[in-house]
């Protein structure tokens, strides 16, 4: 699916399929950007959750921007509260067609709210600072932090850039307030325990930072 909405118990559904469980009330936007990804961390739902062909979220081929603009023709708009770029993998590893979609839906519906969900090692794919290029076209970013140090956050992302990449997911963090009204750190619950999620909140209140705690999904 390019894009979707979210329901109790982790169900992934076609727009058509969320209006008939859900008839009233709005949702969330969720856009599939892409499969790629420069992590593969333990807890990765792509390792873990089974899905049907009709609501699975692993994309057989790169989608184009023409595909994902005709899908967001297609959505009914008048239910949506948000739009959430995310993906079955990192979304910024599709950095152009990301941005190019950010602008089409402030150009579209220019109301919502855009949030994107990353992992923040964007800097390190492209070697420069990245956030500039979400300035007026994105309201809030989340971005994974996972952990309150570099050995842990690498044992558990297993990132292709190493230990380094902790330290460059927090500064884009720090370069991202420049350009993004809302930045968010987040870390799973039930992946670590209290003391962790603890001096995780330390390091975003020094930081001048939101720390929110996302529910684990074993399924």
């Given at each position: 699916m390019l894009v979707y909405a979210t329901h109790e118990g982790g169900r992934y559904l076609p727009f058509e399929e969320s209006l008939r469980v859900q008839p009233e009330g709005k949702r969330n936007l969720y856009v599939n950007v892409t499969n790629e990804c420069n992590c593969a961390c333990t807890f990765c739902l792509r390792n873990m959750k089974k899905m049907a062909e009709e609501s699975s979220l692993w994309l057989k081929e790169k989608p184009t921007v023409e595909a994902f603009k005709k899908a967001l023709d297609e959505v009914p708009w008048d239910y949506i509260k948000e739009v959430v770029f995310c993906g079955f993998g990192e979304p910024t590893m599709q950095l152009d067609t990301l941005v190019e979609l950010l602008h089409y839906v402030k150009e579209t519906h220019p109301e919502l709210p855009t949030r994107l969900n990353t992992n923040g090692l964007g800097e390190l794919e492209y070697g420069?600072?990245?956030?500039?290029?979400f300035h007026g076209v994105l309201?809030?970013?989340?971005?994974?932090?996972?952990?309150?140090?570099?050995?842990?956050y690498y044992a558990l992302t297993r990132a292709k850039y190493g230990v380094k990449s902790y330290q460059a997911m927090l500064d884009f963090a720090e370069h991202s307030k420049k350009y993004i009204p809302h930045v968010v750190l987040t870390i799973v619950d039930q992946v670590e325990g209290p003391e962790e999620i603890a001096r995780c909140r330390e390091i975003c209140q020094a930081r001048g930072l939101t720390l929110r705690v996302r529910p684990y999904e074993a399924n």
């Open positions: 420069r600072e990245i956030s500039k290029d309201d809030t970013v989340s971005i994974s932090l996972n952990a309150s140090n570099a050995e842990r």
